[in-house]
T-cell receptor, first 114, second 113 residues
Framework: DSGVTQTPKHLITATGQRVTLRCSPRSGDLSVYWYQQSLDQGLQFLIQYYNGEERAKGNILERFSAQQFPDLHSELNLSSLELGDSALYFC?????????????FGPGTRLLVL | GENVEQHPSTLSVQEGDSAVIKCTYSDSASNYFPWYKQELGKRPQLIIDIRSNVGEKKDQRIAVTLNKTAKHFSLHITETQPEDSAVYFCAAMRGGSNYKLTFGKGTLLTVNP
């Protein structure tokens, strides 16, 4: 158990809908990262938040957005869902020690868009 | 942007043999190279990493080598065991304000008993 929690574990929804995925980082970790893992695209970095502020953006679609709250939990919002959005969504939190950052992944949310 | 190529996509070895997975990257600003192991249905787990100022790092049966000039790095697993069977991902990271983490496509390693 990495200490990173994600809810829900599974989500089934229809095209055009909107869903929210939730992530709680490890205690004390200020950074949260979101990733999408699909069969055709592999593991892709979406976005990073650090202490409530967006820090870096990866391959995140405009239909997707995220935020990090004062208690450091984060939510990833996926809207106007398409079949191709079906994937595993991971969040990770990180700790930096000795100038080196280590990321710990949560268990993931499996999204199925029908 | 960064492009990380990983080979092979599948690798089958006999228990006790060594396994080598290779990755190349394109962004010379990448300075951190983690390797993740992902078992079926589970989360990626960091198994070893290397920074750009180091050429080799070893942790028990796992080692990683980095050639900055050639922009390639490799994962070496010795004395493989069936529990090493998983998908392995390499990644290249550029830190700081231009943070970017790019993963390879993964290698499915099967260790046959």
């Amino acid at each position: 158990d990495s200490g990173v929690t994600q809810t829900p574990k599974h989500l089934i929804t229809a095209t055009g809908q909107r869903v929210t995925l939730r992530c709680s980082p490890r205690s004390g970790d200020l950074s949260v990262y979101w990733y999408q893992q699909s069969l055709d695209q592999g593991l892709q970095f979406l976005i990073q938040y650090y202490n409530g502020e967006e820090r870096a953006k990866g391959n995140i679609l405009e239909r997707f957005s995220a935020q990090q709250f004062p208690d450091l939990h984060s939510e990833l919002n996926l809207s106007s869902l398409e079949l191709g959005d079906s994937a595993l969504y991971f969040c990770a939190s990180s700790v930096t020690a000795g100038g080196q950052e280590t990321q710990y992944f949560g268990p993931g949310t499996r999204l199925l868009v029908l | 942007g960064e492009n990380v190529e990983q080979h092979p996509s599948t690798l089958s070895v006999q228990e006790g043999d060594s396994a080598v997975i290779k990755c190349t990257y394109s962004d010379s600003a990448s300075n951190y190279f983690p390797w993740y192991k992902q078992e079926l249905g589970k989360r990626p787990q960091l198994i070893i990493d290397i920074r750009s100022n180091v050429g080799e790092k070893k942790d028990q049966r796992i080692a990683v080598t980095l050639n900055k000039t050639a922009k390639h790095f490799s994962l070496h697993i010795t004395e493989t065991q069936p529990e090493d069977s998983a998908v392995y991902f390499c990644a290249a990271m550029r830190g700081g304000s231009n943070y970017k983490l790019t993963f390879g496509k993964g290698t499915l390693l099967t260790v046959n008993p």
